[in-house]
């Protein structure tokens, strides 16, 4: 059957407020009484807070409340609840919030903030996990097993290690045995900050009669917050509220409680006046989030003709000093080590760190970015060594439709072998390379991923057919940027079989909105569009019911379809709103719920006790990219990157195009320009001018390619699309950049100078041949 | 302190008490209520504050209030009259040229002022005007497309 909106680029709902600067995000938030709040943040990375003395700070004009942690002594946190709203007793980064103030302006908070006066006893500091994890090492968390946590992680208490996963399938031993080269690379990637243009904000007010909290925010999942504060405050969900707003973009920095915990702190006493806290951009650069920097120790068995028989992967993730949804990545992103190859046996030790350090948290892809760094170079690295050709090497181990994932689950729609072919076909691989003038030198090179969505995870939704035909469909996703609200629309306009234009979907607000998991993970379009699924189909049947009582005729003789009800022959027999008019005459409202989870599906089948490393879909992408180098200044220039994505149904190939391209831009900015410059744990480079970012002059020419392998269970066929587009970008790079002057990178970000240092030294010892 | 100014934001003349230090960025978010102008960082890095001088782009955050007195300030709430939406405003929804749109203001600010002075602009003479805005979502591609085809229709409509 033809679609109308499915499969098709449908301008974005949101976009008419956005061209217009009538959309309003969190920042622009405005309410009766408003305060606002500065934060007093910690200059030590490691110190027992000997005192506070507030007194002069509350003395200050314009201020109407200091809050310490004292006196908001809850703790909240990802998988372990080990963060406190403000620091107690001890700080563990630079930068960590030890009080806040609510003031009637901006300026007066900040200025009431400067008077605070503390008095820290400074304690060692740990910088590198590898340092944490040493036995004589101080103990950053020595009450972790007394935190509040989710049962399946692992802790080590009394260490540094927060959480620990161990992983094997087969016999390691006898695959080593097995292979004819063993490889053993180390690699290390960086931190990078997620630097949305809008920074970490969020406006919180606190009824004293109820005992409620609400919030409003720019994070990507309000209602995963809310039961973070409910749980933390220990009150229930119905005493938090989440408002969300247009979100100025996230990657996952906004997946946690940030200025929302400080936010909701001051507003417990500032007796029912609102607070809002909008971070700086050198808060948000230095004491929001980042992504995780990871050590991986990668040992890989390998036969002659390039078969695999072993891979053992130790990974050391640097935490920083709370847990957030570190956990999470260190259990599940990480297995993306192991590639989308078919390995016999593999073994997994990864360890989540504590350290001194700005937190680590979620970051676009959870973990899969760091794990296809290391395994998409070494890739490389073996295909050199057994003279086989990277692709082929790739096109040889690469999962394919019926193969087992490591926990014996089998996989569907596997697009993976298309992404790896299109994306080389377009980048010209096996032609002759392209020549350059002067010192430039150009290579190619590819890296290949593999992603699952958070599974099971849930999502509901209602629908409303108003009296007048219009539509509004209550579901619990932000639109943070992603185009959530246009795709969500498409898939109810098709599903009920109404305009596009009738149906709005407003932004989520836990009071009203049913339950999402998270727009993350690229879930959304999956999960909310199955829910969605579901209840159109409900409004439909009642519809056509209703119409077929009307008409006298069967319900199932009728069609829905843009608004107006037809039969088999197609000519309109009356339209919906004369439905609605004719069952609710004196005003009234058709209603359909949706709710869905992937919970008991067989696709999700493993082996014994192993369902939970199930995905309820696969994402696979291949990018292939064309680099220049300077061979006299080591510059890199990213001429051209072909990005394969297989998205499952494109429900929309101008967002899925706009995920890709985005991707690639942020892929190729951590890869050759973020770096955090840090001295004894403090950041130096807390502008945007020094901590870079890439801008249009850095715009490569992007090819997005999108294979739809259709998932039967998804909407339509969808899968998804945005967390998995940036982690190839890096090894493709790295890779081209092997192709064109002869050095791999194992450490990133790619500089210059690292780039010159690899070529001299290989100019000093020219690799041996064999 | 205070000084008393008169400035002119988008053909309207308002008298404001600023403060010597106050920023333009400020008078419009804060004392007119303008919200589409954006601050990303407050130190003239991303760009997200674009507004017009005279028809010229300027980070407003670094542009103090008395500075402004004399000059004709545009931000995106002018853009769209009673009319119709803006060329570069239509040609940016029709092309999906934004993602979360912190930054869509201020490429279009950018763009219009390139256009007004430029009306055929090279592809490299697009980005290099677009270059102060910062965009993390990296629309990049689709961004400048809009400006091309905007640029188009504002010809046509010359």
Redesign the interface.
Same mark, same amino acid.
């Given at each position: 059957m033809s679609q109308t909106y499915v499969g098709k680029?449908v301008?974005?709902l949101?976009?008419?407020?956005?061209?217009?600067?009538?959309?309003?995000?969190t920042?622009?938030l405005?309410l009766p009484g408003i305060l606002y709040g500065a934060v007093l943040r910690s200059p030590l990375p490691h110190a027992r807070i000997v005192d506070i003395n507030c007194d002069e700070a509350r003395r200050m004009p314009g201020v109407r409340a200091v809050v310490t942690g004292r006196d908001f002594p809850y703790t909240f946190g990802g998988p372990v609840k080990d963060q406190p709203f403000l620091a107690i007793d001890r700080v563990l980064y630079v930068g960590e919030p030890v009080a806040a103030v609510a003031a009637e302006t901006e300026f007066a908070a900040q200025e009431a903030a400067r008077k605070i006066r503390v008095t820290y006893q400074e304690l060692p500091a740990l910088f590198d996990p590898r340092d944490a994890l040493g036995e004589t090492a101080a103990v950053l968390h020595p009450d972790l097993h007394t935190y509040r946590r989710a049962s399946q992680y692992d802790i080590v208490p009394g260490s540094n290690i927060c959480t620990i996963r161990r992983y094997s399938t087969g016999n390691l031993e006898q695959g080593f045995a097995e292979a004819d080269e063993i490889f053993e690379d180390e690699y290390y990637i960086h931190a990078v900050a997620?630097?949305?243009?809008?920074?970490h904000a969020a406006a919180a007010q606190y009824s004293a009669a109820k005992n409620e909290y609400t919030v409003w925010t720019s994070s990507d999942r309000p209602y995963r917050l809310a039961t973070v504060l409910s749980e933390a405050l220990g009150i229930s969900l119905n005493q938090v509220r989440f408002h969300s707003m247009?979100?100025?973009?996230g990657?996952g920095g906004k997946a946690a409680l940030v200025a929302e915990a400080v936010a909701v702190a001051l507003a417990r006493f500032t007796q029912g006046r609102p607070v809002k806290v909008v971070y700086?951009?050198e808060e948000e650069l230095t004491a929001s989030q980042t992504r995780h920097a990871a050590f991986m120790k990668l040992k890989t068995g390998v036969k002659r003709d390039g078969t695999f028989t072993a891979r053992h992967a130790d990974v050391v993730w640097d935490n920083g000093a709370y847990c957030s949804l570190g956990p999470d990545v260190a259990y599940r992103g990480v297995l993306t080590i192991f590639g989308p190859y078919r390995i016999p046996s593999i073994g997994l030790l990864s360890r989540l760190v504590y350290t001194n350090k700005e937190i680590g948290g979620a970051y676009r892809g959870f973990g899969t970015t760091q794990a296809t760094w290391a395994c998409e170079a070494q890739m490389d690295v073996i295909a050199e060594k057994l003279k086989i050709d990277p692709l082929e090497l790739r096109l040889k181990n690469a999962y394919v439709d019926g193969d087992l994932y490591l926990n014996g689950q089998m996989m569907r729609t596997v697009g993976l072998k298309d992404t790896l072919t299109l994306a080389a076909r377009k980048i010209g691989w096996g032609s002759p390379k392209q020549q350059a003038a002067g010192s430039k030198r150009r290579g190619i090179g590819m890296a290949c991923t593999i992603k699952p969505t958070a599974t099971p995870t849930t999502s509901y939704c209602f629908i409303r057919i108003n009296q007048d035909a219009s539509v509004v469909l209550l579901c619990g996703s932000p639109e943070?940027?992603?185009?959530q609200k246009t795709v969500l629309a498409q898939i109810a306009a098709e599903s009920i079989g109404v305009p596009i234009g009738s149906v709005s979907v407003p932004h989520p607000d836990t009071q009203y909105t049913p339950f999402d998991d998270a727009v993350g993970s690229s879930r959304t379009t999956y999960h909310m569009g199955n829910a969605i699924r579901m209840a159109s189909r409900e409004v439909r049947e009642k519809i056509l019911v209703h119409a077929g009582k009307i008409l006298g005729r069967q319900p199932e003789a009728l069609r829905l379809s843009e608004g107006s009800i037809s039969d088999g022959s197609g000519a309109e027999l009356m339209t919906l709103e004369g439905v609605l008019q004719k069952v609710v005459p004196r005003g009234g409202c058709i209603i359909g719920e949706g709710q869905y989870s992937p919970e008991g599906s067989p696709l999700l089948a493993a082996a014994p006790g192993q369902t939970a490393m199930s995905s309820i879909f696969w994402l696979f992408a291949t990018h292939a990219a064309e680099v220049e180098v300077d061979s006299e200044t080591g510059v890199v220039r990213v001429l051209r990157v072909a990005a394969a994505h297989d998205v499952g149904r494109a429900i929309n190939p101008?967002?899925c195009?706009?995920q890709i391209?985005?991707?690639?831009?942020?892929g190729l900015?951590n890869t050759l320009f973020e770096e955090f410059k840090m001295e004894k744990g403090r950041i130096l480079n807390d502008?945007?001018?020094d901590y870079r970012?890439?801008?249009?002059?850095d715009?490569p020419q992007?090819d997005s390619i999108m294979v739809e392998s259709m998932h039967e269970e998804g909407p339509f066929g969808a899968k998804g699309v945005g967390e998995p587009a940036a982690a190839p970008t890096a090894p493709a790079i790295a890779n081209a950049i092997f192709d064109a002057v002869g050095v791999r990178i194992h450490n990133l970000p790619i500089t210059p100078e690292k780039i010159l240092q690899a070529m001299r030294q290989s100019a000093k010892n020219p690799p041996v041949q064999d | 302190m205070s000084i008393g100014i008169e400035i002119c934001v988008n053909g309207l003349h308002h008298q404001l008490d600023v403060k010597p230090q106050t920023t333009l960025l400020e008078v419009l978010?804060e004392q007119l209520?303008?919200?589409?102008?954006?601050? =990303?960082?407050? !130190?003239g890095?991303?760009g997200?504050c674009t507004v017009l001088l005279d028809g010229v782009t300027v980070n407003s955050c670094l542009v103090l209030a008395v500075d402004a007195v004399g000059h004709e300030v545009t931000?995106?709430?002018a853009?769209?009259t009673d009319a119709g939406?803006h060329p570069?405003?239509q040609s940016?929804?029709?092309h999906?040229a934004?993602?979360? =749109?912190?930054? !869509?203001?201020a490429m279009?600010l950018s763009a219009k002022a390139l256009l007004d002075r430029k009306p055929a602009p090279e592809t490299a003479e697009?980005?290099?005007a677009?270059?102060?805005?910062?965009?993390?979502?990296?629309?990049?591609?689709?961004?400048?497309e809009a400006v091309v085809a905007g640029g188009e229709q504002m010809r046509r409509e010359r």
């Open positions: 680029p301008p974005r949101d976009g008419l407020e956005k061209v217009t600067g009538q959309a309003r995000y920042v622009d405005d997620h630097s949305p243009l809008e920074t247009f979100s100025g973009g990657f700086s951009r943070v940027g992603g185009g101008a967002l195009e706009q391209e985005g991707a690639v831009i942020m900015s502008t945007l001018a970012l890439a801008s249009t002059m715009l992007i | 978010r209520r303008l919200t589409g102008t954006k601050e =990303g960082c407050g !130190t890095d991303c997200t931000t995106i709430e853009l769209a939406l570069l405003q940016f929804i029709e999906n934004m993602q979360c =749109g912190f930054c !869509t203001p279009i697009i980005k290099q677009l270059s102060g805005v910062l965009c993390r979502c990296g629309s990049y591609k689709k961004i400048i």
